[in-house]
C-alpha cells in the first residue's frame, strides 16, 4: 500500500486527528523511566510510532503525556506540530483521549488512536483501518488480529453472522469467551461527529474502576452506528511492550525484519543474527557487515566492509571503504576507499577525505585528514587538521589541551612528514612539505619544506653498563 494509498485516502478525505496514547508509568518495567521512552533497537519505542503517525495522512498528532511528562516532551523535542496533552491520573484509555476534546471536537473529522508502546505496526496496516473506516461510513472501526494465545487481550466478540458484536476485556471474561483468538490489538478509527459524545458517557464499571475506551465501541454501536473490524495480516504487529522480556522480543523482531530487508537490496550479513542495523542507517550495495557490528543510525555507502565487532553512529562512510576489526566510530564522516582500524577510535567532528589510512590503535577527535594522508599506528589526533599525503609516524601525539578552558588546534599541511614519537603542543603549524624528526616535541611553528629536530645530542659514556651491573652484584 504505502505512498499510494496515503495518497487515495487524502483524495477520499480521511485526514484523521491522531492521539498517542504515551502517558502509562509502566509498572512492570521496574524502572524510573517512561515505559514509552524504553529503547527498542536504540531508539524509545514512541518514537517509531511518532513517525508511523508523521507518515500517515493527519490534520493533527496529540500525545497524551502524564508518568515522566518533561522525560516525554524532552525526548519527543525533534518532531514538529505534536500538541501535548496532560492525564492527570492514569485512569484508563478512555480517560486519555478524553483530555484532548476541548481542543478537537470543534475541529470535527476523523480521530485515530494510536498506542506508544507498539512498536511493529506499519503504515500500511492504518492504512487499511482508514480505508476501511471511510468506505464504510463507520462510527468506528477495531483493529484486530489472531492470536494462538490471547491471554490479556480484550476479545472481539461477534454474532451468529459473524459480525461484531462487542470487545470484552480480557479481566472480565468468562470461561467460553476467554478462548476466542480474535483480539483487540488497542488501535482505532472513530468518526468524530459521534464519537466525542459516546466518550462522555463511559463509566467506570468494571474490575479495573477504569475508563474503557472500549465501552465507546458498545455505546456507538448500541446507538445504531456501524463498527467494523480490519485484521491484521501479521499479528505480531500489535506486540505491545509491559516488561522487559516483551521489549526484548519486539527488538529481536524488528532487528530480524530490517537485516532481511537489507539483504534483499544486496547487502551481506555475514550474522544475521549477531548483527544490529538500526531503522534510521542507510546502506548500499555490496556492502559487508561481518559478526558483531553496530549500525546506528549510519549511512554505508556501495562496497562498504566492516569487519567483526566494531560500532558505527550517526556517521557516513564513503564507498569501498573497510572499517575494520573492533572500531568504534561515533558522528564521523569517512570518505571513498578509506582504510580505518582494526581498533581505532574515530570521535565526533571527525573527516576523512578519501585514500586515508587510519590504523591499529589510533584516536581522532574533531579532526580532518586530507586525502591520501595516514596514521598508521598507536597516535592521538585532537583538534587538528591535516592536509593530503601527509604521514604521521608511530605514537604522534597533538597536544592540545593546556588546562584551561579552550583546546588549541595543529595544522599540519599537505605532504608534510612527522616521524614515529613527535609531539605537536598546539597552538603549531607544520608548513607544507615539512620534516619533522623522531622524537621531536615541536612548540613552534615549522617553515614549509624545513627539517625540524629538537632531540638532546647523544651521549656515549664507555662502560657506564658493565660497572653498573658490578655495582649492582657487590651490594647483593
Known sequence: MGAGLSVKLTTMGIRPHIVILA????????????????????????????????????????????????????????YAGIGFFRQEKQLGTGHAVLTTRDFLKPKGGSVLVLSGDVPLLKQNSIEALLAKHVQSKAAATVLTAQLPLPKGYGRILRDAKGQFSEIREDADCGEQERAVMEVNAGIYCFDGS?????????????????????????????????????????????????DRMAAADVEGRLRAEINLEWMK??????????????ALSRL??????????????????????VESGSRIVASEV?????????????????????????????????????????????????????????ASHLSYIGDAEIGKDVNLGCGFITCNF???????????????????DSQMVAPVTIGRGAYVGSGSTITKNVPADALAVTRAPQQNREGYAARLRRRKKTSE
Open 194 to 242: 459521534v464519537f466525542w459524545d459516546a466518550l462522555a458517557k463511559v463509566t467506570p464499571a468494571n474490575k479495573q474502576g477504569e475508563f474503557y475506551l472500549t465501552d465507546v465501541i458498545a455505546l456507538l454501536r448500541t446507538g445504531g452506528g456501524v463498527v467494523q473490524t480490519s485484521t491484521l495480516n501479521d499479528a505480531f504487529q500489535m506486540m505491545g511492550i509491559n
Open 318 to 374: 564513503g564507498r569501498g571503504s573497510v572499517i575494520k576489526q573492533g572500531s568504534y566510530i561515533e558522528r564521523s564522516r569517512i570518505g571513498t576507499d578509506c582504510q580505518v582500524g582494526p581498533y581505532a577510535h574515530l570521535r565526533p567532528e571527525t573527516s576523512l577525505a578519501a585514500r586515508v589510512k587510519i590504523g591499529n590503535f589510533v584516536e581522532l577527535k574533531k579532526s580532518s585528514m586530507g586525502e591520501g594522508s595516514k
Open 284 to 305: 548500499g550495495r555490496d556492502v559487508r557487515i561481518e559478526s558483531g557490528c553496530r549500525i546506528l543510525a549510519t549511512t554505508l555507502a556501495d562496497g562498504v566492509v
Open 265 to 278: 537490496k544486496g547487502v551481506t550479513l555475514e550474522d544475521p543474527q549477531g548483527t544490529w542495523i538500526d
Open 23 to 78: 502517558a502509562g508509568q509502566g509498572k512492570r518495567m521496574y524502572s524510573d523511566l517512561p515505559k514509552v521512552l524504553h529503547k527498542v533497537l536504540y531508539r524509545p519505542m514512541l518514537h517509531y510510532v511518532l513517525d508511523l503517525a508523521q507518515e500517515l495522512p493527519h490534520e493533527t498528532i496529540s500525545l497524551i503525556v502524564g508518568h515522566g511528562e518533561e522525560q516525554v516532551r524532552a525526548a519527543c523535542k525533534d
Open 402 to 420: 593546556d588546562g584551561g578552558p579552550k583546546k588549541h588546534r595543529t595544522v599540519i599541511e599537505d605532504e608534510a612528514f612527522i616521524g614515529s
